[in-house]
């Protein structure tokens, strides 16, 4: 009879049904979630030595206990990042999220209404989740015309206004518009190097760092 009442508990336990879960631990990892394009996703980069990857090893050396999950996709577009992120919030329950998207809708000439509603949406998605927000921006070249290029970076700061997000108004900032900015850059003059994701990190991290308490 005892061997029968034990197994029966171990069945119990297996599904759930012997009593409350223990409850999570107060140390357990909290998430931020980086939802990016080529930028975050360490494109033409030793593994590790993207500015995520830096993030990562800064919390490390804190000994904090936030950890990073990067999401980026190379080439990404906010459509494709609204359409992946119901699922990312669902499997990693970030609480932060960090959407650094929109430079890519840019290139391929996609409409601002649309690039606006896809990061608003995405931002009122993480919200309903339980995440804080933080809208990284992005800037184009002038040969883009300058009355488009003010009205793409300004899109950033109006979502993150609407959205009551936190904002980072131009990731490659000290980049971009270096004294030298070819030697930030690789070969492409487009994806900066690795030399260069210290400022990248350096650009996010007064925004984040508000989110993590």
């Known amino acids: 009879m005892r061997r029968h009442f034990n197994v029966a508990c171990a069945a119990l336990a297996l599904w759930g049904l012997a009593g409350p879960a223990a409850p999570q631990s107060a ?10 394009d080529s930028l975050s996703a360490e ?7 993207g500015w995520v990857a830096l993030l990562e ?16 996709v190379s080439g990404d577009t906010t459509s494709g990042g609204r359409s992946r992120l119901p699922a990312l919030l669902a499997q990693h329950k970030p609480a932060v999220l ?3 998207l929109g430079g890519n809708d840019a290139l391929r000439g996609l409409p601002l209404e649309m690039t606006e509603q896809n990061l608003r949406a995405m931002a009122q998605a993480a919200r309903t989740a339980g995440a804080r927000v933080l809208v990284v921006g992005m800037q184009v ?5 300058a009355s488009y290029a003010q009205r793409f970076a300004n899109t950033f700061a109006q979502v993150a206004q609407a959205e009551k997000a936190a904002l980072v108004p131009f990731l490659l900032k000290g980049v971009a518009d270096a004294k030298d900015p070819l030697a930030l850059f690789q070969a492409d003059r487009i994806h900066p190097n690795e030399q260069a994701q210290a400022t990248l990190l350096a650009n996010v991290w007064p925004a984040l760092q508000p989110l993590l308490k």
């Open 57 to 72: 090893k800064r919390f490390t050396e804190q000994q904090s206990p936030w950890r990073v999950v990067n999401a980026s």
């Open 43 to 49: 494109y033409g980069l030793r593994r590790g030595s």
């Open 98 to 100: 960090v959407i650094e």
């Open 27 to 36: 140390t357990a990892p909290r998430r931020v979630l980086v939802l990016g």
């Open 141 to 145: 070249p002038p040969n883009y015309g």
